[in-house]
C-alpha cells in the first residue's frame, strides 16, 4: 500500500469509511444477442457494494500527474459494474486526492476484493453485482516517459492531408506507430478512433479538459506492437502465457476491449471529471 501500483491494496485512514457504490447498479444478463452482449437492467443491491481499487499514484514516482497544490497522492476507486458513460458504457471512477503527511494512522489490511474462482464466478460479498473485467490483478509500475503526438483529427487540415499522402503505400500508419501510445497512460493525447473527436469541457467552468489517466484492456495489439511493445518483451511469443501477461497485465477489459480515459479540468480537480470509452 506504499506503492504506486495498479490494483492492489490502497493506503486508508483508519477514521475514513471505506465508499461503497450508489444504491442501484447496473448489470447485464440473459437474454443475450448474437454477439454475447446482455440485456442491462437496474439492481438494488441487498446491501452497499463496496468499490474497488483501481490505482494508486505517488508524486515521488509519477510527478508529471497535476496534484492539486497540498496533495502527493492520488488514489483512483470505482464500482465494479457499469453504469451509462458519454459515449458507451463502463465503471463511474471516484478520484480521492491526499497528502501523505496526515497518513499516520492507516489500517493495516486494507480492503481487497477476491478474483474470480475457478468456475468463473466472482467470489465476494454482492458477488452478482460486480463483474471481474472491472477488477484489476495488481501490477506494480515500471513507468516509461515517451512522446506521442496528436490524434490526425487535433490536426490543422492541411497537415491532416499531408499525414494522409505520407502513409498511403507505407508499411507504417501515423495512429499505430507515430501518434497515440497504447496501454495504461498518464497524460499525453487521447485516441478518437471509436466515435470521432468531440468537445469535452469542464462542468462548472467549461474550460475544456485535459487527460488524466487512460486505463487499457491491452498494452499493446498487433498494429502497435511493433512499435510500442518494450524492448524487454519483445522476444516473448503470441500464444503464449507469459505473453498474455506482458500485453493484458491487469485483466481489465473496458467498453469492447477498449480503453477509459479520464480527464481532468486544468483549472481545478475539485471540478470534476469526464470519461471517454475508445
Avoid at 497518513?103 to 468463473?120: K, N, Q, S, Y
Avoid at 511493433?226 to 498474455?244: A, I, K, N, S
Avoid at 481489465?252 to 477498449?258: A, D, K, S
Amino acid at each position: 500500500m506504499h506503492d504506486s501500483h495498479i490494483g492492489g491494496p490502497l493506503i486508508w485512514p483508519t477514521a475514513e469509511p471505506w465508499p461503497t457504490c450508489a444504491r442501484t447498479v447496473l448489470v447485464s444478463g440473459p437474454p443475450f444477442d448474437r454477439y454475447g452482449w446482455g440485456t442491462t437492467q437496474d439492481r438494488i443491491p441487498e446491501s452497499p457494494v463496496p468499490m474497488v481499487g483501481v490505482a494508486q499514484f505517488y508524486a515521488r514516482d509519477i510527478p508529471e500527474i497535476p496534484f492539486p497544490e497540498g496533495t502527493d497522492l492520488l488514489q483512483v476507486l470505482w464500482c465494479p459494474n457499469e453504469r451509462q458513460l458519454d459515449d458507451g458504457w463502463g465503471p463511474i471512477p471516484l478520484l480521492v486526492w491526499r497528502r501523505t503527511e496526515d497518513l499516520t494512522d492507516v489500517l493495516a489490511e486494507p480492503p481487497m476484493r477476491d478474483h474470480a474462482t475457478p468456475d468463473g464466478d466472482v467470489d465476494t460479498p454482492a458477488a452478482d453485482l460486480s463483474q471481474e473485467i472491472y477488477m484489476p490483478r495488481p501490477c506494480l509500475l515500471h513507468p516509461e516517459r515517451v512522446t506521442e503526438y496528436p490524434y490526425s483529427e487535433e490536426l490543422p487540415e492541411q497537415l491532416e492531408t499531408a499525414l494522409d499522402t505520407w502513409s498511403e503505400g507505407a508499411d507504417f500508419a501515423y495512429g499505430y506507430l507515430l501518434s497515440i501510445a497504447p496501454g495504461f497512460k498518464i497524460g499525453g493525447w487521447e485516441s478518437w478512433h471509436l466515435t470521432d473527436m468531440y468537445e469535452l469541457p469542464c462542468e462548472v467552468c467549461g474550460t475544456e479538459t485535459e487527460p488524466l489517466l487512460k486505463l487499457d484492456s491491452s498494452e499493446w495489439d498487433s498494429g502497435s506492437g511493433p512499435r510500442w511493445q518494450p524492448l524487454e518483451e519483445r522476444h516473448l511469443e503470441f500464444g503464449t502465457d507469459e505473453y498474455d501477461d506482458a500485453c493484458e497485465p491487469t485483466t481489465l477489459q473496458l467498453g469492447r476491449y477498449g480503453a477509459l480515459t479520464i480527464f481532468l479540468c486544468p483549472r481545478s480537480a475539485d471540478h470534476g471529471y469526464r470519461m471517454t470509452i475508445q
